[in-house]
């Protein structure tokens, strides 16, 4: 696969942002052949080079957030550093940023001042509560957007508080609609429309995912409550325990599905009493069919039971694991799994690209690179010359970075 038969390439993105939901979404994009400016403060850069597990002084995550993508450094408090942007944002499609409401526009670097620069932008701005309203100056990380927009409330256990997703669901779904977005904006652009804002808030991306909450609540006055692992009205759903320390997942909710999981566990009488035959009266006796399928899976290791309920035809898995997930032959197949190199030479494992196109898929070109190392190019191409690179970078307002890793 080469860039040039990627579908967006051509496309010319500004990443202005750090961490999670910006960044991913400027992420999915490079992946599929846009050209991905980042800038980042010479002091340090994106925070997310230094989260979670580090190797040699890097993260991890740092080499897949930024694969494909170009670093280079920029520090937006100065006005020499805000002309580069200016240039930028001149012959960009895309500005990405994730800043508090309010942040760029006192740098000059808001919409009104990039827009009258190129009024075919697109830009895309992610914030906790969006552009407007009375939170839109409040700081709102991806926590805050779990929370407000109703996801943490139903997640967990009935008898305990609230808990979180294990990873940064908030950051990452809104980033997910920032994709959509973007992409439905320059389609508008593309007949013969103007260049817009696409304004995500992450409580809001959050909430748009919530399914039937809001209308039960308006028509019923139900209030959906955590309910651990099943799907509430939808029986039976749920994660069991095995014999030997494992956790399953079986979804036996479709009504033909159900029957068999029941033969498989040998209660045909719950297989053939009509009272089950549909999903209201299975969730009227959950706690009943619950506790059969419990007490059957407790009494087998994880192997035996996933191998009785593929016979049957039942929807099942292991809950995986990262260790699972590598030695998984699903995952093999489609490719999910790539191998790419550290700076040192090691190899190590990165997720594979999603979704797969069968025509133009994305690829990892390079991962996450070194601070500022696409600074003196980029600066080149703007038509910066050595001496101006130079006093730029004496002055503090650039940082020059040496090559980075390749896959």
């Known amino acids: 696969m080469t860039t040039s038969t990627k579908p967006l390439t051509g496309l010319k993105i500004i990443e202005l942002g750090s961490l999670i939901a910006g960044p991913f979404a400027a992420r999915i994009m490079a992946e599929f052949g846009a050209e991905v400016i980042k800038i980042e403060s010479p002091d340090g850069g994106d925070p997310l080079r230094k989260w979670r597990k580090l190797y040699q002084g890097t993260s991890l995550w ?78 709102g990380f991806g926590a805050i957007g779990e929370s407000m927009g109703g996801l943490r409330y139903v997640t967990g256990f009935p008898d305990r508080p609230p808990v979180k997703t294990g990873i940064s669901i908030g950051d990452s779904i809104a980033a997910l609609w920032g994709v959509i977005g973007t992409l439905m904006a320059l389609r508008h652009k593309e007949h013969g429309g103007k260049g817009q804002v696409v304004d995500v808030a992450l409580y809001e991306a959050v909430f748009a995912m919530m399914e039937s909450l809001l209308p039960e609540f308006d028509v019923f006055g139900f209030i959906r409550e955590r309910t651990g692992n099943i799907m509430p009205g939808i029986t039976p759903s749920n994660t069991h325990s095995t014999l030997d320390g494992r956790h399953v997942t079986i979804g036996a909710n479709g009504d033909a599905i159900f029957k068999r999981l029941m033969l498989a566990i040998g209660r ?36 035996e039971v996933l191998r009785v309920l593929a016979a049957a035809d039942v929807p099942a898995s292991r809950v995986y694991s990262a260790a699972d997930i590598v030695a998984d032959p699903q995952y093999l197949a489609r490719q999910m799994i790539e191998t790419a190199t550290l700076p040192d030479g090691r190899a190590f494992k990165i997720p594979g690209i999603v979704p797969k196109l069968s025509e133009t898929p994305g690829s990892t070109e390079w991962l996450g690179p070194v601070l500022g190392e696409h600074t003196e190019e980029t600066l080149q191409q703007l038509g910066y010359s050595a001496d101006a690179i130079r006093a730029l970078r004496d002055a503090g307002t650039v940082s020059l970075g040496a090559s980075g890793p390749q896959p």
């Open 62 to 139: 740092w080499y897949l957030q930024s694969r494909n993508k170009k670093s280079v450094t920029v520090n937006l408090k100065h006005p020499a550093g805000r002309e580069i942007i200016h240039r930028l944002a001149a012959e960009a499609d895309i500005v990405v940023e994730n800043f508090r409401p309010g942040v760029l526009e006192k740098l000059d670097l808001g919409w009104e001042t990039l827009s009258a620069i190129n009024p075919g932008l697109v830009m895309l701005r992610l914030s906790g509560f969006g552009q407007s309203g009375p939170l839109a100056q409040q700081p």
């Open 268 to 303: 045909d009488d719950l297989a053939s009493d009509d009272q089950l035959a549909d999903n209201a009266g299975r969730d009227a006796r959950r706690d009943e069919l619950y506790a059969a399928i419990d007490r059957w899976v407790a009494a087998r290791a994880e192997s």
